[in-house]
């Protein structure tokens, strides 16, 4: 009878056990489903100021790939702050409308950002708004995602090259608690 009693109780203090430490437990406590951080930004896409006399013209090509470098803003204004530089390679032809090296790089060299964010142009409609999608970025924007929302400030421009462009991001973050081991 004794050895009975011994067993019953080891069985209902490890189900005691159980229960203190699934009520007790910090892991227990934390959100199921936790929210990714979000960084939503506002900037502008703009000429470089340069002097006219280091001014070289970009040259156009039969194909019509446009190729541009441009000054990171955060403001329309000319004398605005420059907080990095756009790159781009887009190519609109028919053909390659649609390709994956249609690529806008934003490079930000501020004190609370610095790294790069790659913008896939791929379904450019030439429209007065264009959503495309970030698929990644270095430094500050490691395994960023998101939106980039790109409309032209001045829609009166007298060519695409020389007009403004307003960006918003909407960037979202993989969850940096899980480091990768090694």
């Known amino acids: 009878m004794l050895p009975r009693i011994i067993f019953c109780l080891a069985v209902i203090l490890a189900i005691l056990a159980v229960i203190l430490l699934t009520l007790l437990s910090p892991v227990a406590h934390k959100a199921k489903n936790p929210s990714r951080p979000w960084l939503a930004l506002s900037l502008y896409i703009q000429r470089p100021h340069i002097s006219s006399s280091s001014i070289q013209p970009v040259a156009q090509s039969d194909t019509g790939a446009f190729i541009f470098h441009r000054a990171l803003t955060e403001g329309p ?106």
């Open 77 to 182: 204004e000319n004398t605005s702050r420059v907080v990095g530089k756009a790159q781009g390679f887009i190519i609109p032809v028919e053909h390659f409308a649609n390709s994956e090296f249609n690529i806008i790089y934003l490079t930000f060299e501020t004190p609370e950002f610095s790294g790069s964010l790659s913008v896939q142009a791929k379904h450019v409609e030439h429209k007065d708004r264009e959503e495309l999608t970030v698929v990644g970025g270095t430094g500050s924007f490691a395994f960023a995602r998101g939106l980039a929302l790109f409309a032209q400030t001045d829609s009166s421009q007298s060519s695409v090259a020389d007009a403004t462009y307003h960006v918003k991001l909407q960037l979202r973050f993989p969850d940096r608690s899980q480091r990768i081991p090694g």
